[in-house]
């Protein structure tokens, strides 16, 4: 009990001395609150230098629905760390902008945890004192169960790049990775890139990691590994480590690193009461056609004859529409107003149409590689192409693909925004979800999502597959049901992209279209049983646009929690996760309830924009 006594003391003295001018209003403006919420924390001297840290973090949260707030170390330090578990039952302390903290938060967390709440450290959280200087060890060091500050030991190889490797299927699963994005021995990979490197910490295992769990590993040129990804148990509640610049990343980027593991932490091991990024709660695959030549014309007729696209599932078809593919005068291109005219009619009722770039499709991407292409030309290029097909289909094109993955951020999409466009096909941010994707440390656009391409290892097109790869057709197979698998168990999206020429030609020996038929069969018994579904870029960037504009909070009552939801668009589609072990079934009327092992999922079927749920605590 002295100890303890002492270290509220020095909690106390210090809080008095940092907060300075802040009031006690202020402090019990927060303690007081009834609503519940995830805080992510920072040191206010960091803002400067990683305010956009904090912005990444900030933006992948919105997207995935969790109530949060951010609050500065100072702050957090003046709050009880044993009563406030029941209101903030996870802190997260992001990379860069929590490198700092005094010494107080060391006893404050461990009290924090052993009261039941969680806490997510990022990278190097709490490997400097509160002036600046490294530390011998980092502060969290006990409650990590990890050390991630060897300097003293290691000197320059203490940091340095390094490979992330999942340890086996499950620490995969664990940490929401898809299969497209690891290769045979569990290594994370990009589209084009093979195995990735990230900045790394050298981190060892302590005395006080009895019980920890680790998921993945850092793995140095050298062939040194060391714990990556690691979950820790404290009193009731655990800690989570990550060996990543989570933020920067992201902000840089890389979507899928932070927001698989946010999602695992908050989600998986949490559970934290949250509203799901897709409509109706039902996780949901874009399957992208792009159709750029007229070698698309000898096999459209046997696409449509034998039932290649399915009437269940809305496509998204992307369409180069000049009359040339390489150069003005070849005649290679699909020519969308000509030969190819009534192919596009007839596509038009499989999904939405979209335009692949800009008239002739490696005439356009070369020509921007080449600097030949500047703002002015991209934007001529893309509304001629986007022009031709709206004169087809009769309604506005908005989702763009661009030919070869060249994209140029921020230009590209900025050209898209202000052409009212809603979603594009992309190669940044592989094997991720939806998302107002970061360049250069800042947000590109708010009205215009990404939509990342889900790799197969360093490919993504059947044809890479074959030429690249030499990948088995079993190979294909097993890539195509687990994306699907991923979207249906984690209830999120993802995009996967051909061309429909690729389903019968022969690559290497290997002929997959009749693997794609056979998943296509698969796939639409799943929607049948409402397990899946299968929309355009239109549709899933429209909800989630909507989605984003949500105003919900959920507020802790005496039997229980009360759930308020406010959405000028209307909130049909919108779903509430509610933890199976915490609340009791939910009921109430414009509501469909779904389940898992994990959560209930109340979807709302009503086209109010104003809801309120009532749950009882079991």
Known sequence: MRRVFISLIIIACVAVVILGMRTITEINQISDRADLRVVLAYNSKSVEQYGYVLDAYSSVLLEEGVPFERLELNMLLSLNPVELPEHVPAIIFPDGACQSMVNAFEPWLERYTEA???????????????????????????????????????????????????????????????????????????????????????????????????????????????PAVTLNRFGKGLAMWVNLPLGYVKAYGDDLPLRAMLRTFLFDEVHIPHLLSVPDGIGGLVINWHVDSNIEWDYMPILFEKGYLRPNMEYSIHITAGDFLDEPGDAQGFEADGGGLEFVRELAKHGAIGSHGGWGHNWFAFSIDRGVFGEKEIEENINRNSLCLENIVNYPIVEYSAPVGVHPQPLA?????????????????????????????????????????????????????????????????????????????????RLIYSHPYNLFETYNGHLYGPEFVSFFSEVEGLIDEGR???????????????????????????????????????????????????????????????????????????????????LNRL
């Open 532 to 614: 899946i579904q299968v929309k355009s870029i239109t549709t899933f960037a429209r909800f989630l646009l909507r989605f984003y504009k949500t105003d919900y909070s959920f507020n802790i009552a005496d039997r229980g929690m009360e759930v308020r939801l406010n959405n000028p668009e209307g909130l049909e589609q919108i779903t509430v996760a509610i933890p199976r072990g915490q609340y009791a079934r939910p009921v109430g009327d414009g509501l469909r309830i779904l389940e898992d092992q994990q959560y209930y999922y109340a979807v709302i079927e009503d086209q109010g924009n104003e809801k309120v749920l009532n």
């Open 413 to 493: 999409t900025q050209i898209l925004e202000r052409n009212n466009y809603v979603g594009y096909y992309y190669t940044g941010d592989t094997g991720s979800a939806p998302n107002r994707s970061f360049y250069d440390g800042k947000m590109v656009s708010e009205r215009v999502l990404a939509f990342p391409v889900m790799p197969m290892g360093t490919s993504a097109s059947l044809e890479e597959f074959g030429i690249k790869d030499d990948a088995s057709e079993s190979q294909v197979r097993q890539w195509l049901e687990q994306t699907a698998q991923f979207t249906m168990s984690n209830r999120c999206i």
């Open 116 to 226: 039941g709440g969680s806490v997510f450290l990022a990278f190097d959280a709490g490997t400097r004192t509160y002036s600046g200087d490294f530390r011998n060890n980092p502060l969290t060091m006990r409650l990590a169960g990890v050390d991630y500050l060897n300097y003293d030991e290691l000197r320059d190889d203490a940091f340095g790049l390094a490979h992330i490797r999942f340890r086996g299927e499950l620490g995969r699963d664990r940490c929401q990775i898809p299969l497209g994005k690891v290769d045979e021995e569990q290594y994370m990979v990009g589209y084009g890139y093979g195995r990735l490197m990230y900045n790394a910490i050298s981190s060892k295992l302590t005395p006080f990691s009895q019980g920890i769990e680790v998921l993945a590993d850092s793995v140095f040129d050298n062939g040194r590994s060391c």
